[in-house]
């Protein structure tokens, strides 16, 4: 696992701490943000004792769930990835709040994909997608393969070459080379 | 090229707002549905559409969906 927390693209990326439990439930409990994600229960103690069930996972390496913060330490989002084995993992939980930044999904998707492809080294990574969630959707069909559907999610995959084209293009955004 | 085709594929990448109430002064930042999942759909529909890398820079510092134009018009003549 590479060295946390960890500072890229003017970012702050760390696992996240069942002090965190407030500000994930401020996430899961806005009704925009939250609107293509499962259900939350509006408690803090819940919340706080699934942190602390997660760093069990955490611990023994099947699950990693980060938080991202600006340059100030203001807490902007999380993403996870659970599911962890030697060939693959699923990808998911990404939440943000607003940010001035344009560029934040950029940012972290870049944090994420190379998290996923060099430093666990899985060759898969997988993906579930609601299907009333249109812009995700627009987004993974460009980098992921479809794998399925059913009445209410699509899942995807992507597989290392699709990680390279993702790669180029997320860098191209962030550090034009002309 | 013409803005008003690109208005309508600019448009294309909001869901909830219909697409008949976009026009190149549109302020799309000021537009609820604003983020950056959303701009990042607009740099791919670029380059996908016109061959167009647009930068972190571009989109900052554009206002209105005429401005993102203008930038696209003038890098794919270069």
């Known amino acids: ?178 | 090229m013409n803005l008003e085709t690109f208005v309508q594929e600019f448009a294309e990448q909001f869901d909830e707002m219909p697409a008949d109430s976009f026009s190149g002064s549109t302020q799309f930042k000021n537009n609820e549905e604003w983020s950056s999942m959303t701009a990042l759909l607009i740099i791919a529909m670029v380059d996908q559409n016109y061959g167009v890398k647009l930068t972190g820079d571009d989109v900052r510092k554009s206002t209105t969906i005429a401005d993102i134009y203008h930038i696209v018009h003038t890098k794919a003549m270069s």
């Open chain 1, 1 to 178: 696992m590479i060295p946390l927390p960890a500072y890229k693209f003017g970012l702050i990326f760390r696992l996240v701490e069942p002090g965190d439990a407030g500000f994930i439930l401020s996430l899961r409990t806005n009704a925009r943000l939250s609107r293509h994600l499962s259900p939350t229960e509006d408690n803090l103690e819940v919340q706080r004792k699934w942190i602390n069930n997660y760093k069990e996972r955490e611990a023994k390496g099947t699950e990693y769930y980060f938080l991202y913060s600006d340059k100030d330490n203001r807490p902007i989002g999380v993403f996870r990835v659970y599911n962890i084995t030697k060939d693959s993992l699923t990808s998911g939980s990404w939440l943000s709040n607003p940010s001035e930044d344009a560029l934040i999904a950029a940012k972290t998707d870049l944090f994420l994909i190379e998290l996923i492809f060099e430093e666990l080294k899985v060759s898969k990574c997988f993906i579930d997608v609601r299907k009333d969630n249109k812009k995700m959707i627009r987004y993974h069909n460009m980098f992921f393969k479809r794998l399925a559907e059913d009445e209410q999610n699509i899942y995807f995959f992507m597989d290392r070459e699709g990680y390279l084209r993702k790669h180029h293009f997320l860098s191209e955004i962030l550090s034009p080379t002309k």
